[in-house]
């Protein structure tokens, strides 16, 4: 098994004042994962001191595209466009990976 870890950052400034409420941000980074990759997200610790909260999240494997990660603020936060938000912690394993308990876009279950 291999393991990739990549920075986040935002593609765009991002100005909240406000005293509690959640704010979507964009990734800068374009993220392809194949058949046998599966990715994590995880938020910056830094963050945590001034208030900017997020969810760690699962990237499914053939995941294509921008990130969207959404925030929990409190308080007035000031991220600029380069700045790093999370990390993608991107798994490679030597097969495919698969879904417990998961039906596959064909099946019937998945259509209903």
Not at 15 to 30: D, F, H, L, P, R
Not at 36 to 59: A, D, S, T
Not at 65 to 94: M, N, Q, S, Y
Request: hydrophobic share 40%.
């Amino acid at each position: 098994m291999k393991i990739n870890v990549i920075e986040i950052t935002s593609a765009s400034d991002v100005k909240v004042k406000c005293a509690t409420g959640t704010v979507i941000i964009n990734s800068e980074q374009y993220i392809k994962l194949g058949p046998n990759e599966i990715g994590f997200l995880e938020g910056k610790r830094r963050h945590h001191q001034e208030g900017i909260f997020m969810q760690g999240g699962i990237i499914n494997a053939m995941w294509e595209g921008r990130l969207t990660i959404e925030f929990l603020i409190v308080g007035e936060i000031h991220i600029r466009k380069g700045d790093k938000i999370a990390h993608a912690i991107i798994l490679t394993t030597d097969s495919n990976v698969i879904y417990e308990n998961r039906p596959s876009e064909h099946s019937a279950e998945a259509s209903s």
